[in-house]
């Protein structure tokens, strides 16, 4: 199904070190339709998989994507990520319990201090949104897309979002849409998606899904 591996880290922002798990490798069978892959093994495993891509230090609860050694943050960067932990409603109430989106909603707080664009805090709340997919947390799943939906909306405004980049941003606009309920919005995202991929046949995967979604929103929508 995967490969991991753990590894001892140093926290950039409080200086704690620990040790984390890596998953080197995984494999897939495919991809849903708002792009979450297809792991073989239980929802619960494939969740672990995912998770494993953001790491979050149990100390002051820092997260991000990348590898913290990567990661030289200023000291107002430092000051600005502690001053927004401690103020987080949801990490005051679920810090203890750990439930398994708490990564990724760490790492949004901390994207969004540290100015990240709009379209990779955006991919923090999707990849949350799966993990509370398999792990059946249903009302945070709803969360995340929703969290996904209007951090893309802003990419497309304020990124300078090109070829595949922006193509896959826009189609999944309008799949959250749909999958929010927001069926008629979708078919309108939909078809931007389409006039973004116009004579590439690199994109032929993705206007295939465009049609296909297209027409289970009209379906959904009637």
């Not at 590894?7 to 897939?28: D, E, I, L, Q």
Request: proline fraction near 4%.
């Amino acid at each position: 199904m995967g490969e991991s591996r753990r590894a001892y880290v140093v926290c950039p922002v409080c200086g704690h070190v620990f040790r984390t798990t890596y998953a080197s490798t995984y494999v897939t069978v495919g991809r849903e339709t708002d792009l979450c892959p297809k792991i073989p093994g239980r929802p619960s495993d494939g969740a672990r998989l995912i998770r494993s891509t953001v790491t979050m230090c149990p100390a002051c609860s820092f997260a991000a994507g990348e590898a913290f050694d990567d990661l030289d943050l200023t000291f107002d960067e430092r000051y600005g990520i502690e001053e927004r932990l401690k103020e987080d409603g949801l990490l005051k109430v679920f810090r203890k319990g750990q439930p398994p989106w708490l990564g990724f909603h760490a790492a949004e707080v901390c994207g969004k201090e540290r100015s990240l664009r709009s379209r990779e805090l955006g991919d923090l709340c999707l990849r949350a949104s799966w993990v509370c997919r398999k792990e059946r947390e249903r009302p945070f799943e709803s969360t995340f897309q929703l969290r996904a939906l209007r951090h893309f909306m802003r990419s497309l405004q304020e990124d300078d979002l090109l070829g595949r980049e922006l193509s896959v941003t826009t189609y999944l606009v309008g799949e959250l849409n749909r999958r929010l309920g927001n069926h008629r919005e979708a078919l309108n995202w939909y078809v931007n998606a389409g006039r973004t991929t116009e004579g590439d046949p690199r994109a032929a995967w993705l206007d295939r899904l465009i049609d296909r979604q297209s027409k289970l929103a009209r379906e959904q929508a009637a």
